[in-house]
């Protein structure tokens, strides 16, 4: 049987006296599109920032490829995370597209792209930018390679970011709530750029969404959390069409 390529174990997170996580667990296969839904405030970000190094857990353990994320010892915090070298490691398997794009903006588009691996994977610059190309063409952004972010609709940002977040290959890619910030008419353009993304390629991808008819069309299985735990899971046939619990039927209702 294949491992899985994430292994979160009876993970905790609090924020002060918030409890965001508590002993949750879940799995992602290799290759799996996973979506994640919900009402706001019930960790979904959380998780995913988690995976991205981004926050420290105060318990359990992750496994990203059978290697442990963090260290297990304790500090006053919580547990102490791995040392960066272990970290900048653990990174490179893991690229994330988040709400706000977040390009640099005192660089052009290509520049954009090329950065991360220029500098952390030492890529000479005429084959990075070989490759940037590619992946601006696969987002539809090839002819705004020479732009600076400032000359971009927010649409065009987003498609940007997500070729930045590919350029490092990552094996596992995290998207938090894409479409969120974009004008109503923008969001078909990503959309349409994370649809032909998961077709195409084996990328594990876990993706936050109040989006439910992309989640639908994206996702091999749907988890539906609130309050820090997963109250449902399956397919987005079985979550959309025939949810079985109660505030799964409740988020549904008032989301739809
Ligand atoms: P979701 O993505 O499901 O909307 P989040 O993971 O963003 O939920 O947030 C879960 C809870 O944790 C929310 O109550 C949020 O206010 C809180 N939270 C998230 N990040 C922080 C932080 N850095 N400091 C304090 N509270 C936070």
Same mark, same amino acid.
């Given at each position: 049987m294949t491992a899985p390529i994430i292994n979160i174990d009876k993970i905790s997170k609090s924020f002060g006296a918030l409890k965001v996580l508590d002993n949750l667990s879940m799995q992602v296969m290799p290759g799996?599109?996973?979506?994640?839904? $919900?009402?706001?405030?019930?960790?979904?970000?959380?998780?995913?920032? *988690?995976?991205?190094t981004?926050?420290?857990?105060? $318990?359990?353990? *992750?496994? *990203?490829e059978g290697e442990q994320l963090y260290h297990m010892q304790k500090n006053g915090s919580g547990l102490v995370p791995a040392n960066e070298r272990h970290l900048a490691k653990m990174r490179q398997k893991i690229g994330m597209v988040f709400q706000l794009f977040n390009l640099f903006p005192h660089k052009s588009v290509i520049d954009n792209v090329t950065l991360a691996p220029r500098l952390t994977k030492k890529v000479p610059r005429i084959d990075a930018e070989k490759r940037a190309m590619e992946l601006l063409d696969m987002v539809g952004m090839a002819d705004r390679a020479r732009n600076m972010p400032a000359q971009l609709s927010g649409g065009q940002k987003q498609r940007v970011a997500i070729a930045r977040a590919l350029a490092l290959s990552p094996k596992i890619m995290l998207f938090d709530e894409v479409t969120s910030a974009l004008d109503?008419?923008?969001?078909?353009?990503?959309?349409?750029?994370?649809?032909k993304l998961a077709a195409e390629t084996d990328t594990t991808m876990l993706l936050v969404t109040h989006e439910m008819g992309f989640a639908h069309d994206f996702a091999d299985r749907v988890l539906f959390f609130d309050k820090g735990s997963i109250v449902e899971e399956?397919?987005?046939?079985?979550?959309?069409?025939?949810?079985k619990q109660e505030r799964t039927q409740a988020f549904l209702k008032k989301i739809i």
């Open positions: 799996e599109k996973l979506a994640l839904i $919900g009402p706001s405030g019930s960790g979904k970000t959380t998780i995913l920032r *988690i995976l991205m981004l926050e420290q857990i105060n $318990g359990g353990h *992750i496994q *990203i109503p008419e923008l969001v078909e353009e990503v959309l349409n750029v994370m649809r399956g397919t987005p046939n079985e979550i959309f069409s025939n949810p």
